[in-house]
């Protein structure tokens, strides 16, 4: 699985509000419906937001995995804003989040949002991703740095 397989450089930004968690969330949906990726912003806000409510998708090393499935979505799709300053996400370590890493999975294909979850967290345990994507610039450069550090653990 390749991450940037699933994340279209039109879903990569670096310039979203910083804010709580729902506001980001917010914000976060509302850049996708403006770039075309989803129509129905409330429904799927709904969605992240309710799983966020079973526990928060804020991991360790300052990266969040929010998701949901959703009837709109085709195929499973990845979105992925970076904040320079850090949020607060209630994360396990309690550290700030710097990268949040939207998937968006099908209602149909619940297994290949389970398997990018589990890719990333291999990633996040076995590489220094998150450290590298807080520095990237540019679309282009998230995805050198997803494929460079995806090569050494497959």
Same mark, same amino acid.
């Given at each position: 699985?390749?991450i940037?397989?699933?994340?279209?450089? $039109?879903?990569?930004?670096?310039d979203? =509000?910083?804010?709580d968690?729902e506001s980001v969330? =917010?914000?976060?949906?509302?850049?996708?419906?403006? !770039?075309?990726?989803i129509? $129905?912003?409330?429904?799927?806000?709904?969605?992240?937001?309710?799983?966020e409510?079973?526990?928060s998708?804020?991991l360790? !090393?300052g990266i969040?995995?929010?998701h949901t499935?959703?009837d709109e979505?085709?195929?499973?799709?990845?979105a992925?804003? &970076?904040?320079?300053?850090?949020?607060?996400?209630d994360?396990m $370590?309690q550290?700030?989040?710097?990268v949040?890493?939207? /998937?968006?999975?099908?209602?149909?294909?619940?297994g290949?949002?389970?398997? &990018?979850?589990?890719? &990333?967290c291999?990633?996040?345990?076995e590489?220094d /991703?998150i450290?590298k994507?807080?520095?990237a610039?540019?679309?282009?450069e &998230?995805?050198?740095?997803?494929?460079e550090?995806?090569a =050494? /653990? /497959?």
């Amino acid at each position: 699985m390749k991450i940037c397989g699933l994340l279209e450089k $039109d879903h990569i930004f670096f310039d979203l =509000k910083p804010g709580d968690k729902e506001s980001v969330l =917010k914000n976060f949906v509302g850049a996708l419906k403006a !770039r075309g990726l989803i129509s $129905d912003e409330e429904k799927l806000l709904e969605g992240l937001m309710k799983r966020e409510s079973l526990g928060s998708t804020g991991l360790e !090393r300052g990266i969040a995995v929010p998701h949901t499935l959703s009837d709109e979505m085709k195929q499973a799709s990845l979105a992925l804003a &970076v904040f320079q300053e850090g949020i607060e996400f209630d994360a396990m $370590d309690q550290m700030p989040t710097f990268v949040l890493l939207m /998937i968006l999975g099908n209602n149909d294909d619940p297994g290949t949002q389970l398997k &990018v979850l589990a890719h &990333v967290c291999r990633l996040v345990k076995e590489t220094d /991703i998150i450290e590298k994507l807080k520095t990237a610039a540019s679309p282009s450069e &998230v995805c050198c740095i997803f494929e460079e550090e995806e090569a =050494k /653990i /497959i």
